[in-house]
């Protein structure tokens, strides 16, 4: 698949993003695989096209998948915005309060480069 777009890009990852956590929470790894494919071929499009600063608009959505995958592409970029959500994500129960917290801890490490 190649994107052609900024639209066509956040249209996908915000998809993706959403579809991803939905298939974790339930324990089918080879669609959240498939998911988690599709959101890095958006962030790599919108990283190569110097727009990854995009995603900021993302952070307020609804669903916590979006906002959590936002967060995670925006620490580079976007830091204190970004650690506020993971923080915010961090304090609810459930998987997505785990890889927050452990997005941060490897944040904080210098393990990450996103």
Do not use: C
Not at 77 to 100: D, P, R
């Amino acid at each position: 698949m190649k994107i052609k777009n900024v639209e066509t890009a956040l249209s996908i990852f915000e998809e993706a993003s959403i579809k991803q956590p939905e298939a974790t929470e339930t324990g089918d790894y080879k669609t959240a695989n498939k998911f988690y494919a599709k959101i890095v071929l958006a962030t790599n499009f919108l990283k190569d096209e110097n727009l990854i600063n995009k995603l900021e608009n993302l952070l307020l959505h609804e669903s916590i998948g979006v906002r959590l995958w936002s967060a995670i592409y925006l620490l580079t970029s976007n830091e204190k915005e970004a650690l506020k959500v993971l923080k915010t994500i961090e304090k609810t129960s459930g998987i997505h309060s785990l890889t927050a917290e452990t997005t941060l801890s490897e944040w904080r490490k210098g393990n990450l480069n996103m």
